[in-house]
């Protein structure tokens, strides 16, 4: 004879009762979120003479990351940015090729310096 375990009759009741309790968090994170965006907006809005101020900004420092990139001046801003973040990749990898071989010369010195050279 086989025996099969039967469920709970509570079972239902319990799994309404999560989903009941999933539905108000989520219920409750809508209404929160939904607040803070409109407590962001309100904070966000700015004059028309604020948002030129800030593009003109804008404008300016991607003129600045031009002549600082080589060959930035032909690029547009998309491929500018790639660029910026492999001249800085390389930028890195050279401060620590610098520091190797900093290091590197440091100890030859105190070598020399052991030996009375």
């Known amino acids: 004879m086989e025996k099969t375990l039967a469920a709970p009759d509570n079972t239902r009741s319990l799994s309404v009762l999560c ?15 939904k607040r803070r ?21 804008v404008k300016e420092k991607i003129e600045a ?9 032909a690029l547009g801003v998309d491929a500018l940015f790639e660029e910026t973040a492999g001249y800085i990749m390389s930028l890195q990898c050279q401060i620590k090729n610098i520091k190797v071989v900093t290091s590197f010369l440091q100890s030859l010195d105190k070598q020399d310096m052991k030996f009375g050279g």
Not at 39 to 46: D, I
């Open 65 to 73: 990351l031009k002549r600082i990139i080589p060959g930035g001046t």
């Open 37 to 57: 965006l409109s407590q962001t907006k309100a904070s966000v809005c700015v004059s028309g003479e604020e948002d030129d101020e800030e593009e003109e900004e």
């Open 19 to 33: 989903s009941a309790a999933v539905k108000t968090r989520a219920a409750d994170f809508e209404r929160r979120t």
